[in-house]
């Protein structure tokens, strides 16, 4: 694919309404001194925005890392993104705003967005929601996104909830039992209650939809009803929180029907970080089943079937290894609560 | 312990809240005319794809049927090849190849040897035994359309269609017929074996993204539905331009012409959806009552006056220096036919009565399109001093399917100043700046699709005669007259002069794409 990247300008402003000001000045390429050919080209079609994107960050090289996952992000999440650097804890109060357009081509496609980072110290630092409020594009879902362990107890965490549509973390960074009990509480509080979205439940998707795929063969439908154990194998070092959601997943599922299925975890040493065998066991008149997927290094996941003490079927389908953008990215396109997501997390802390 | 349940699942609960197609039962797939070029290009890099993307049941198995020398081994070879060029995604995971591949076997026979399927038979007895493909088959008809009848027949007196138990399909490739008698004797033929259900009748056309995006845009958003008939739309434009010319294909197009190859299939699908009712759901049978019936209500085409043909001269396209069509490849010098087809018609319903539709097709156009355009009528009247409504272009509505995917608005607004001057302005969504993300192949979405037993995107029996029939009545209108005198547009024009003036005499002009 053909691609460029051009950055058609970046200002920095401390008054809100000179923000807004130049965030339509970059959005419209109406700069008089911006008559290159690419805000020209800025100018003369409509802008395809499909969300406001808030992310937080905590540091200045944090700053860089997710600039550049926001940059890829763009490709396919055309967005008016803002980006919080709240420091409280740096003393000297100190706001500062840097709004800049960025302009992608890709395989003939142009996409325009907009970029605001918001760096401020001490007490503005707990109130930069009110800032970023009156910068969201009208109308538009708004994403909070936060990479790292949210700082539950910072007001900030309320009040971008309460302006956001959805909050999306990546429990694999470290989330304990404490952490995802919160989580779970912000989807079900009554105020400032936000979606949840989960990288880490992106990363299961190949995970559920093969396991969900075995039940989708008419003859081993009835098996289902029998199931009667669950093994998950994943390393041992990190958050085992993608473990426990994949084994929440199916024990939740499972409990709609009125079964309740003993998950089994196995960490261990020897094996790479996450979720690397799942397996499910059936009894029932059919007699014994088990259902396998292993993940290969190489982005692949193997798959059998045994009935009794005979292979039936197996198969290597790929396991995609997804950037953070990619995952970020099904998080931004599933419509509101992941009702699923909930009950899942949910089941793995019981 | 698990707790017994007293009554058995009927659905598979772990599906519950994956976006993502449904699992296709496992099946074996027979691949008629499987060293060909289409099961290279097209078929064998969708099913990889399918497979790469977890979407093809374990046990899924294909077998290839040809009459070309080649061992079990070297077909595979040859279509791991196939796959590692034509694969929209590269590179090719030679794990999830070599997984797909242990179930691809090949037989070798003439399509109309009796004795072949019975190896046949033996081998698909072998897949469900030893892969639990269950009795589950597609017979997918990529050959030449001329095998299509005896493969149909010897699967029906071989008994290989109807035998034991699973579910049984076939898919038949465009062309379909080459006229409304050859239709309805190829449909009387695949109906002595297999029932209108069990048909699959592929257009690709319907299997890209950005047509399906079309109902969406009309059916999903509440704006643009009260407006989409006679009273606001002045008339519709649907265009499917190639600047290619025929390419090595002279031997099928001296049959076809423009006529066949596009008008019948693609133009006429096009037509459909955009003049379509909105269905009860999207289920096959109520998307395809739509569409025929906006088929059904087409007013008879006078052809001396609505109908014009047109064939390609030398000249130049995109710089470069063409032959004509009585040049290229393995067409005859003084051929007839038509490379350029425009039609005028009207729909005789509630919705469209006396709004004119205007279609056209051609090769070696000066560029590459697809797209459907809606004029709407100006308003009554303006309001602005000295600003008369003929000054002022009408609003367009245009969907586009080819190339840059999307839809633009042109509406009217003020030029900044003292006075009160308009000017028309464009509003461009493109479909992919908003969802930058590669889009399937049509093969792969229309395979599974045939897979699962959804026929919402292929094309129903009597809608494929409906589409003859039109095609009847414009060839027969063509027979009682002499042909014009061709070539009649140069390489690079849109079209003859007489496609100009078939929309000028109503007023309009042709949009340029």
Known sequence: MMQSHSELSARTFVDVHAIQEELDQVRWGLHDGAGSEAAQHAAAEARASVLNLIAVVGNEPELGEISSVLDRLSITNPSRTLILLAQHTREADKLEAQVSAQERTESGHRVSTERVILHAHGEPARHLASLAAPLLIPDLPVILWWPGRPQFDNPL????????????????????????????????????????????????????????????MPAMLGRLAHIHGVSVFHGS??????????????????????????????????????????LIYTGGDEGPARFSMIRHRGGRLSTHIRLGDQDVAERTVRLESRAIEELLSIELTLPGHDVLFEQALEAALR | MAQAVTTPLSQN???????????????????????????????????????????????????????????????????????????????????????????????????????????????????????????????????????????????????????????????????????????QGLNQAIHSVFTEQQI??????????????????RFANGIFEPIWNRRYVDHIQITVAEDIGIERRGKYYETAGALRDIFQNHLLQLLSIAAMEAPPNFDADSVRDEKVKVLKSIHPIDVAKDVIRGQYGPGWVGGQQVPGYRQELNVSPQSTTETFVAVRLKIDNWRWAETPFYLRTGKRLPSRASEIAIQFKNPPHLPFAKTAVEELTPNWLVMRIQPHEGASLKIAAKIPGPVMRLRTVNMDFFYGSSFMVESPDAYERLVLDCMLGDATLFAREDEVERAWGLVDRIEAGWASQSPPPFPNYAAGEWGPPEADALIEQDGKRWRRP
């Open chain 2, 200 to 217: 699959f009748r592929i257009d690709h056309y319907l299997g890209k993204e950005t047509v399906q995006n079309v109902l969406v845009f």
């Open chain 1, 237 to 278: 070092d990190g958050s085992t929180a993608q473990a426990r959601l994949l084994g929440g997943w199916i024990r939740s599922r499972m409990a709609t029907v009125g079964i309740d299925v003993p998950i089994e975890f196995r960490p261990d040493d020897s094996l790479e970080h996450g979720v690397r065998r799942f």
């Open chain 2, 13 to 183: 609960i772990l599906r519950d809240g994956l976006i993502l197609p449904r699992t296709p039962d496992p099946a074996a797939m027979v691949i008629f005319g499987a060293s060909g070029d289409l099961t290279a290009r097209k078929l064998m890099p969708a099913l990889y794809n399918l497979a790469l993307n977890r979407y093809l049941p374990s046990g899924f198995s294909v077998i290839g049927v040809a009459d070309t020398a080649l061992t079990e081994d070297e077909y595979r070879a040859h279509m791991e090849q196939a796959v590692q060029k034509f694969s929209r995604t590269q590179p090719v995971d030679r794990a999830v190849w070599q997984s797909l591949a242990e179930g691809i076997s090949y037989v070798r026979m003439p399509f109309d040897d009796k004795s072949g399927y019975g190896r046949l038979a033996a081998e698909l007895d072998r897949l469900d035994r030893e892969r639990g493909t269950a009795g589950n088959r597609v017979f997918y008809l990529a050959t030449a359309p001329q095998f299509f009848s005896v493969i149909i027949d010897r699967l029906g007196s071989s008994g290989i269609a109807k035998a034991g138990e699973g579910w049984k399909r076939v898919v038949v490739e465009k062309p379909f017929g080459n006229d409304l008698k050859s239709a």
């Open chain 1, 157 to 216: 965490f309320d009040d971008l909830c309460e302006l956001a549509d959805r909050l999306v973390v990546d429990t694999d960074e470290g989330f304990n039992d404490a952490d995802l009990t919160r989580l779970l509480e912000v989807a079900r509080r009554p105020k400032a209650r936000a979606s949840i979205g989960d990288l880490n439940w992106a990363r299961l998707i190949a995970w559920r939809h093969v396991a969900a795929q075995f039940f989708d």
